[in-house]
T-cell receptor, first 116, second 110 residues
Framework: NAGVMQNPRHLVRRRGQEARLRCSPM?????VYWYRQLPEEGLKFMVY????????ESGMPKERFSAEFPKEGPSILRIQQVVRGDSAAYFC??????????????FGDGTRLSIL | GQQLNQSPQSMFIQEGEDVSMNCTSS?????WLWYKQDPGEGPVLLIA?????ELTSNGRLTAQFGITRKDSFLNISASIPSDVGIYFC??????????FGQGTRLTINP
């Protein structure tokens, strides 16, 4: 069984460019979560999506960041006009059912974003 | 917002020793999860706890959901080199977002 697949694994962008991070959830999972991790820190929740809907985006900055999970295809985390402070590891997780339904989240191996 | 305090931040032990780490919260959770993260990889789920007082094992790992619902413990018995990594606790209340601790970095001297 394929796990959560994220690509690219590493992404380098210059300040002002756009970064697109992709996540394909585990087979049969329709709930996707994005997290951000800075070095030596834990993961911080950004956004929770269920097919075509954003359920909770309380952890995502209001500007420059957006997320989608279309009916077909992977979930996309998009960062516009990147700045140095966006450098981090971005992790995607998926679950079969939503939070609070005894469905633990399974994580991908992340995208390491570096801003020059 | 909710915060988890995980301790210790780092541990240096000898191979074969037992390990204990814990996580405390300022508020109640009804789900506790323990993950392990190796360098360059994503967190891998070790143990999931859904009931106060629950004690669950996964091989040499044992985790407990504290009675107060504000803490959880992870023990590793007879540590081996592949146990090296960063261990994260994560708590969840109802359908709210998952909150992670800062991690415990485990180093094992052979």
């Amino acid at each position: 069984n394929a796990g959560v697949m994220q690509n690219p694994r590493h992404l380098v962008r210059r300040r002002g460019q756009e970064a697109r991070l992709r996540c394909s959830p585990m087979k049969g999972h329709s709930h996707v979560y994005w997290y951000r991790q800075l070095p030596e820190e834990g993961l911080k929740f950004m956004v929770y999506l269920q097919k075509e809907n954003i359920i909770d985006e309380s952890g995502m900055p209001k500007e420059r960041f957006s997320a989608e999970f279309p009916k077909e295809g992977p979930s996309i985390l998009r960062i516009q006009q990147v700045v140095r402070g966006d450098s981090a590891a971005y992790f995607c997780a998926s679950s079969k059912r939503g939070p609070g339904r005894r469905q633990p989240q399974h994580f991908g191996d992340g995208t390491r974003l570096s801003i020059l | 917002g909710q915060q988890l305090n995980q301790s210790p931040q780092s541990m240096f032990i000898q191979e074969g020793e037992d390990v204990s780490m814990n996580c405390t919260s300022s508020s109640i959770f009804n789900t506790w999860l323990w993950y392990k993260q190796d360098p360059g990889e994503g967190p891998v789920l070790l143990i999931a706890l859904y009931k106060a007082g629950e004690l669950t094992s996964n091989g040499r790992l044992t985790a407990q959901f504290g009675i107060t619902r504000k803490d959880s413990f992870l023990n590793i018995s007879a540590s081996i080199p592949s146990d090296v990594g960063i261990y994260f606790c994560a708590g969840q209340k109802g359908a709210q977002k998952l909150v992670f601790g800062q991690g415990t970095r485990l180093t094992i001297n052979p």
